[in-house]
């Protein structure tokens, strides 16, 4: 009888194990360094300390002055407002219009929606909207759609000139719109990637809940 116990013991702890592994293969994939996962700032006046946030939660380019004296650095100001400031760009998977394009879709990591556009309504204007997954990277007029081009690292931070896939040498800018306000979220055309802004990306540390686990992109 007690070998016949410990026989179904063993067996119990195998099953509970073998559950574990395949909980464990299910689960969402750990964002690697290279992921696009982010504060996206610019500085307006780094001798200042001055900054411009890509806020997607109020649409606006939010400004701060960074002053560790007064505990105001990028990991506080990101922390005290993670469902708006902290974004991933997740990568357009197999199949969507926008695959071929390399593009990416944005919106704030803790929220279930809130993608970032370009409006062919208001030239020059980048909005936000509620769409599900399926219709942003599905929509074949591609506004939701941009393109990340990596232009080398300033201080360990990636830079990246965030181009309009609908609107081709257009770029998300460090400017407002001359219409909708000077904090709002604009994008206008450069020559080349080159010559367009930059914004850095600050990955904070410290654990932030993902709001669709159902958005995986790797990086």
């Not at 982010?38 to 606006?60: C, H, N, P, T």
């Not at 219009?97 to 370009?118: C, D, H, L």
Request: aromatic content about 14%.
């Amino acid at each position: 009888m007690q070998k016949n116990f410990f026989k179904k013991l063993a067996g119990f702890i195998s099953i509970v194990l073998l559950l574990n592994a395949c909980s464990k293969d299910n689960e969402t994939p750990q964002f690697t360094i290279e992921s696009i996962k982010g504060m996206f700032y610019y500085y307006e006046d780094e001798s200042l300390g001055r900054i411009r946030v890509l806020d997607l939660g109020a649409a606006i380019r939010r400004g701060y002055t960074l002053d560790a004296s007064l505990g105001i650095t990028l990991q506080t100001i990101c922390e005290d407002r993670s469902d708006q400031l902290l974004l991933k760009a997740y990568k357009a998977p197999v199949g969507s219009p926008s695959y071929i394009n390399g593009a990416r879709f944005v919106k704030p990591y803790e929220v279930q929606n809130s993608w970032m556009f370009t409006s062919n309504v208001i030239t020059g204007l980048v909005g936000v909207d509620d769409d599900e997954w399926f219709d942003v990277h599905m929509n074949t007029d591609k506004f939701h759609a941009f393109k990340f081009h990596e232009m080398g690292e300033v201080n360990g931070e990636m830079e990246y000139a965030i181009e309009s896939v609908h609107f081709p040498g257009q770029y998300i800018t460090h400017t407002g719109h001359p219409i909708q306000g000077t904090n709002t979220i604009s994008y206008a055309p450069f020559t080349d990637t080159d010559s367009a802004p930059r914004w850095r990306l600050f990955k904070p540390s410290g654990t932030f809940l993902e709001g669709n686990f159902n958005l995986i992109s790797t990086p």
